[in-house]
């Protein structure tokens, strides 16, 4: 049977100096002693043991054969260290003496200007230069910016000032569509996809219509997919929250098919999202999508978080009964239902954000309304720029419903 270490205390751990070290190997070289001895003696791991006697023989060797002192490592690589940092400087200074010998050479003006010759010649990088000379980078790009010909950045076609009016007139009601979405709507008055996409985003910033450019952080990488070839085969939901101005809040909780994106139900309340009202989620979207059954034809997977009104057994009791597959999210991972989050972005953006919240009697006048709108006229790029019941006329020949 091993050695048995029973610890009663925390362990230190313990620093041997070098005269120690050697000490100890040595020890294991006398007649009748064995390193495991040794080990056992002074408390030590063999394989610790068997390290430093391999390591003060190699710099023996090493020693005798270079007939000099023998550097420890530790030390080599700090100077290789500081011989690469004096190169890097050398060679700075060295290229700092050239820009300031051409400055030198072409006049004795303002330090902007001869910054801006030298890195018109091209030889030293811009930001060597402006270090060098004490001036800013970013005045020079600009400079560089001002200096192109006049029209080289954007061309005019005949059609343009025909089609500006009209992406105005977009925009005027939906503020916070970009210009794919802009286009979607502009062909779709137009009756014919005659409009360039990229003509649409040249007249727009050519005008200053663009969004502002998204600079959130990045995220990380999630490969899993949410997203189904068909649709019903799986439908997901999820709640959020309305603020309305006067202090008043509206929750609101959704279904939609995670393949052509339609919203099939919701409820909303001033209070909490209960049970019961998820139970009547899911009956609603069964009625809308399959009429009066008792169970849904072929199993669909039913996707959300681990709220309590979702993971209630009430809830999934009846799921089940109705044919659904209850599937949840790992905990702390939204983006699990990354279709049902991504909606709740873009209704609170498109909808929400874009219209008076007074006080909740006002908003739940309004709610449908704008469920309805994202139904039948919300371009949605994972749908090839229709909407959900656009794709579903479209690809499975339905007719338009209300929304329930």
């Known amino acids: 049977m091993g050695p048995v270490e029973i610890i009663t205390s925390v362990q230190r751990r313990r620093r041997w100096s070098p005269g120690e070290k050697k000490a100890i190997v040595e020890e294991t070289e006398q007649p009748g002693m064995s390193i495991s001895a040794v080990a056992r003696k002074y408390g030590l791991h063999p394989n610790q043991l068997f390290k430093w006697r391999r390591l003060m023989h190699e710099g023996a060797l090493s020693a005798v054969g270079a007939g000099e002192a023998v550097v420890p490592v530790s030390e080599a690589k700090e100077l290789r260290s500081r011989i690469r940092e004096l190169e890097r400087l050398l060679g700075r200074k060295t290229m700092e003496v050239e ?33 060098t000379m004490g001036v800013s980078r970013t005045h020079q790009y600009q400079k560089r910016r001002n200096g192109r010909p006049d029209g080289k950045r954007f061309y005019h076609k005949a059609q343009d000032d025909e089609y500006l009016p009209l992406i105005r007139k977009i925009m005027d009601d939906r503020a916070t569509y970009g210009y794919r979405r802009v286009t979607a709507l502009l062909n779709r008055q137009m009756g014919k996809e005659s409009v360039n996409h990229k003509r649409v985003y040249r007249i727009m910033k050519k005008n200053g219509l663009l969004l502002q450019r998204h600079t959130g952080r990045p995220v990380r990488i999630h490969d899993g997919r949410v997203q189904m070839i068909r649709s019903n085969l799986r439908w997901c939901s999820d709640g959020f929250e309305i603020a309305c101005w006067n202090g008043e809040r509206i929750r609101v909780a959704f279904s939609m098919d995670c393949c052509d994106r339609e919203i099939m139900s919701y409820v909303a309340t001033t209070g909490g999202i209960s049970g019961d009202m998820v139970r009547d989620l899911m009956a609603e979207a069964i009625e809308a999508r399959f009429g009066l059954v008792d169970r849904i034809p072929e199993k669909i997977q039913w996707l959300s978080d681990n709220g309590p009104a979702y993971v209630a057994h009430e809830t999934q009791n009846f799921a089940r009964m109705m044919g659904f597959e209850v599937c949840t999210t790992p905990y702390y991972s939204p983006e699990s239902n990354g279709m049902a989050e991504s909606f709740v972005k873009t209704f609170k953006r498109d909808y929400v954000h874009m219209n008076p919240l007074h006080n909740a009697k006002t908003v739940l006048e309004k709610i449908s309304e704008w469920f309805q709108d994202y139904n039948e006229y919300h371009p949605h790029k994972g749908l090839k720029m229709k909407s959900p019941r656009e794709y579903r006329r479209n690809h499975l020949k339905l007719e338009p419903c209300p929304v329930n």
């Open 99 to 131: 820009i300031l010998k051409d400055a030198i050479r072409i006049a004795r003006g303002k330090k902007t200007d001869l910054a801006g010759t030298l890195v018109g010649e091209g030889r030293f990088p811009m930001k060597a230069i402006a270090e």
